[in-house]
């Protein structure tokens, strides 16, 4: 039915082409892209919407910067003279194409001997703040409503009688509103319609001039001539952005709370070490940075709340373990036995070796392989599902409160880029309006070879986690080898160490590389909405990264030491042999590797966040030093757009997700090795969030304010995680740690555990005895022959059905917290259908 709908698009002429911004929406003309017409056309009318005071000129809503060497353009050849001119051409155009949409254009250079530096201030008159603010379906408030902004630990307190510390008085609070979809024609319904100067909030009028902005042409469409965008990756525009309300330092005299800008209220409210233990002002930040940045500073801070439970409880187990260290029997048989376990080389040519001397790493392991770590699994697994369900209530209501709850179903316009590039065009079931299209069989074959090129990625990460195995085997056999006695003995735990550091820097350079490349992938994808784009590009890399960095703790947690073979019998890989457990077992080094890879990544990342920025700020003032005005070296001096371009671009969320997603699977895959691992997290993130509201606030360029309706794809990623995470720690309790055996043994053997440590060790079969003059043990369930024994058997049933019945306990109670949990509370739900109602009554055209 849809292809009957389908017209091939026009072919347009290759001239002059400017935005129509004439209204026309009501006939399917406007479908969020370029409309292209060869004749020159100026902006909506001046009458379009004349109710309400006149604005005050405002200094700019958006500046565009291109630097000038007047140095080079004294000495370029023909090649680079003509690139130039094409630049010119196109920056005119686009500038010529701006004003004919209505945009007030200003420009200010800045020039000495060698560096010029020109400043394009561009801000929109109100008619054209009024016709796009309907274009795009922006929300606007109908009717105020008393802020209910409210924390669950906040209600905790106050109904425990606990004066609440985290509590703090912001100024300016953003008041919250019924709001309605804008419409021209109903312009004095809208609360604030009499003040043009405040009726459109600095964050609606910057995503207003972006959207011209994105989609004005500079030449033909059809070669992606059009948008900043491409102006910006072409080198013809240097910078493009929004302006801060000021500067972010209040002046020395400290004005009244009430005086500060906005930035200046972040600044001292929430991007300050010294509020690690406040509320974040996420209204302000809402009002400041949109609804998308909004949000990912509700999630890090909703999320970083859960972890104190999770740490609290981690904490008590490793405690609980170090009061075991003592007291538990198989240790102390473990630690006193001298010379009676002797062990078969854990390597071919390591030597002979005493389980004593294995203490040390099996007391560590002690710490966390205890009947509570099973516990805090079982916890931890409903930690994970009760965050979700709970976040998904706290996202609901903050997209309700900040007006977005339908924005991806509803307003969200095509992408300009897909606009521009779709061969035909549909009437969209939903609006009635006519928009670009492309055939969704093209997108799926699309989509197939760009999975391909993802599982070669993944080929090239297994390839190196085997080189990094490999590494392992080969170097524990050099250092083995070693006239050190003490390099000798540590000789399996060097290799492992010395593996998990080099396994990190693959980690890292294959990161950067795979990062352009899936960029490439979803672009040539053709999706319609930017949502659905970032969702497919965060998938590709998430996919990858998942496999780039829990690769070796999944080798280490299930495959290392299963397929070893036995004395006399040894399995090889490439003609080295399989690695086996070092001395205190997998799981000891499980958790090794764990905090080499999280916490070695987390203090690296917080590294560059802190000092990369400020080199690269050190660096940009160095550079525009010289471009100022003569006379004006002091900030204070400068113009704020001269101000602002000396700050660092803004370089999107992707990053900041993808750092506290990849710490949330180590905190649940696999902590069941690592109990530690939440309040490392806990720690770093306390750290992460004023680190980025620092960034944000004070050293990155004002970020375009975008819309969202959630987290995105990130929330069912996480909850893949939840799910992979109750799985992963079943089979880690019931085949890496000694809990099972050690209970199959209470029951059937020792209640006190006595004889444990010679229980789980196999004797070498008589022929490698004989080979070797002296007999060893090693750790299997085993006969002298190597065959299984009836033990390994009977354990083996019990670990599988101890798996079983753990995941299936655990997604039971997930699935009725899922029920008795509601996505949305009732009072939101009252709201949306008040709003519903207030929106119908509002846009009636007929009062009663």
Request: aromatic fraction near 12%.
């Amino acid at each position: 039915g849809r292809s009957g709908m389908l017209r091939r698009r026009a072919r347009e002429e290759d001239s002059a082409v400017l935005i129509d911004v004439v209204p026309g929406a009501e006939k399917g003309e406007s479908y969020g892209s370029t409309a292209l017409h060869a004749a020159g056309l100026s902006g909506p009318p001046a009458d379009a919407c004349r109710v309400g005071s006149p604005a005050k000129p405002r200094i700019a809503d958006f500046v565009l910067v291109w630097e000038e060497d007047l140095r080079l353009s004294r000495q370029q050849d023909s090649s680079t003279r003509d690139k130039t001119d094409i630049h010119r051409a196109w920056r005119q155009n686009f500038l010529d194409s701006l004003q004919a949409a209505g945009l007030h254009v200003d420009q200010h250079d800045v020039q000495d001997q060698d560096m010029a530096v020109h400043y394009i201030l561009l801000s929109a008159p109100w008619a054209v703040l009024c016709y796009y603010a309907e274009d795009l379906r922006l929300k606007l408030p109908l009717q105020e409503l008393p802020n209910q902004a409210s924390n669950w630990s906040a209600g905790l307190l106050a109904a425990l009688g606990i004066p609440n510390i985290l509590q703090e008085e912001v100024p300016n609070v953003p008041p919250e509103y019924y709001s309605c979809q804008f419409k021209v024609s109903k312009l004095p319904r809208f609360l604030g319609s009499d003040n043009q100067d405040t009726f459109f909030t600095s964050t609606k009028r910057h995503q207003i001039l972006f959207e011209i902005l994105a989609k004005t042409p500079y030449g033909h469409e059809k070669k992606g001539l059009f948008g900043i965008d491409q102006l910006l990756a072409e080198g013809v525009f240097r910078a493009a952005f929004p302006l801060h309300d000021g500067p972010f330092m209040p002046p020395p005299e400290g004005p009244q709370p009430q005086a500060l800008n906005q930035r200046q209220v972040l600044c001292r409210h929430w991007a300050r070490w010294g509020k690690w233990n406040k509320y974040q002002p996420l209204d302000h930040v809402c009002r400041y940075f949109g609804e998308k940045v909004a949000l990912y500073f509700a999630w890090l801070g909703f999320y970083t709340g859960w972890l104190l439970p999770a740490a609290v409880v981690g904490t008590l187990v490793i405690l609980v373990g170090c009061f075991m260290v003592f007291s538990d029997t198989p240790t102390q048989e473990l630690c006193g036995s001298t010379d009676s376990f002797l062990m078969c080389p854990l390597c071919s040519d390591c030597p002979f070796w005493l389980l004593s001397s294995a203490c040390a790493l099996v007391q560590a392991g002690r710490l966390f392989d205890h009947g509570g770590t099973v516990f805090f699994s079982l916890f931890m697994a409903l930690w994970a599902v009760l965050l979700l369900e709970y976040w998904k209530r706290k996202s609901a209501t903050l997209a309700y409160r900040w007006g977005c709850s339908d924005y991806e179903d509803m307003e969200e316009r095509p992408r300009p880029q897909f606009a521009a590039a779709a061969p035909t065009t549909s009437v969209n079931p939903i609006t009635g309006e006519e928009e670009p299209y492309f055939p969704a069989g093209s997108r799926a074959s699309r989509m197939l070879a760009g999975s391909v090129v993802v599982l070669m990625m993944v080929a090239v990460v297994v390839m190196c986690l085997v080189s990094i195995i490999l590494y392992r085997a080969i170097m524990a056999i050099l250092v083995s080898r070693s006239d050190n006695t003490l390099l000798a003995a540590w000789a399996s735990r060097i290799a492992s160490l010395t593996g998990s550091v080099v396994n990190l820097v693959f980690i890292l350079i294959l990161s950067k590389l795979y990062v352009g490349l899936a960029h490439v992938l979803t672009r040539w994808e053709m999706h319609r909405t930017q949502t659905k784009f970032e969702d497919a590009f965060t998938l590709k890399v998430f996919i990858f990264q998942f496999v780039n960095f829990y690769s070796s703790p999944i080798y280490i947690a299930f495959f290392k030491g299963r397929f070893v073979g036995y004395p006399g019998n040894y399995h090889t890989l490439f003609g080295v042999r399989n690695e086996e457990c070092a001395t205190g077992g997998c799981l000891i080094e499980l958790a090794q590797e764990l905090l080499v890879i999280m916490v070695g990544k987390q203090i690296i990342n917080n590294v560059q966040e802190i000092l990369v920025p400020k080199l690269q700020g050190w660096w940009q003032r160095f550079r525009l030093h010289s471009k100022r005005k003569a006379g004006a070296s002091a900030e204070a001096d400068q113009a704020p757009w001269e101000a602002d371009y000396v700050l660092l671009p803004f370089e999107g969320l992707f990053d900041e997700y993808l750092e506290m997603v990849l710490q949330f699977g180590f905190v649940t895959i696999f902590v069941a090795a690592c109990p530690l691992a939440p309040l490392f997290a806990l720690l770093n993130n306390w750290v992460e969030i004023r680190l980025d509201a620092r960034k944000f606030v004070c050293e990155r360029r004002r970020p375009v304010a975008e819309r969202a309706q959630d987290i995105g794809i990130w929330f069912h990623i996480l909850a893949a995680i939840t799910q992979l995470a109750v799985i992963s720690n079943a089979f880690l309790l019931a085949f890496a740690s000694d809990f099972l055996p050690r209970v199959y043994y209470q029951w059937t053997c020792a209640r006190d555990l006595r004889g444990f440590v010679n229980f789980t060790l196999a004797r070498a079969p008589p022929a490698f005895a004989a080979a070797h003059n002296r007999t060893c043990r090693y750790r299997a369930f085993r006969d002298d022959d190597g065959h299984y024994s009836r033990t390994y058997w009977n354990l083996l049933a019990i670990r599988l059905a101890f798996v079983i019945v753990f995941e299936h306990v655990v997604f039971s109670i997930g699935r009725l917290l899922d029920f008795l949990v509601p996505d949305i509370p009732e009072s939101v739900e009252i709201k949306v259908k008040r709003e519903y109602y207030l929106a119908k009554q509002a846009l009636a055209e007929n009062e009663v």
